[in-house]
């Protein structure tokens, strides 16, 4: 088969698989992010990536893996619309990581307290979360509060922190500290 026809056979599984899956996944109580289909060999990949408000743990990936295999298994014996994968699969469920663009309110709310880089008024900008809301994000940016309404907001991304939150100690508690050192190497024996 062409690459052109692989490449739209699998763009048409996607789109029937997002509205196989997604009411499915809607209905556990997650949220299905995307599906990707791939060829691997004589098989075909099947990424699904779900999310949830909290995140998603090892127990709900669990549960929405069983419930696309057997949506997916029901699709293969036919009993679903269709037959949208041919022959074997590899099923991957994951949840979104940290280089997924903010698009959605919901990616925005998920996403309250981090740092994001994003377009506002044709120039990058980066800001911290605030809230988001039925109106919008609020920003800190530069020790500025700015609200951006939806329409004026572009795709964001995290931006990531390692050292986001994490006390360092004072320069007193280190002063301190070699000042116990001190002490005791005058008076004590070794």
Do not use: C
Not at 123 to 139: N, S
């Amino acid at each position: 088969m062409p690459p052109a026809t692989i490449s739209a056979s699998a763009a048409k599984a996607r789109e029937q698989l997002l509205e196989l899956l997604g009411p499915l996944i809607a209905g556990a109580g997650y949220d299905l992010e995307d599906v990707q289909v791939a060829a691997a060999g004589r098989r075909s990949l099947v990424r699904v990536t779900v999310d949830a408000d909290g995140g998603i743990d090892l127990d709900a990936v669990a549960v929405v893996s069983r419930l696309v295999s057997d949506a997916l298994d029901d699709d293969a014996a036919g009993t679903a619309a269709g037959r949208l994968l041919a022959g074997a699969y590899v099923l991957e469920v994951s949840s979104p990581g940290v280089d997924r663009p903010l698009t959605e309110p919901r990616h925005w709310r998920r996403n309250v307290g981090r740092l994001v880089r994003v377009e506002l008024a044709g120039a990058p900008t980066t800001g911290r979360v605030l809230a988001a809301d039925d109106l919008g994000v609020a920003l800190d940016v530069d020790g500025v509060r700015r609200l951006v309404g939806w329409a004026d907001l572009g795709r964001g991304k995290v931006e990531v922190e390692f050292n986001h939150g994490v006390a360092l100690a004072d320069d007193e508690d280190a002063d301190d500290e070699d000042a116990d050192d001190e002490d005791a190497d005058e008076g004590g024996e070794l």
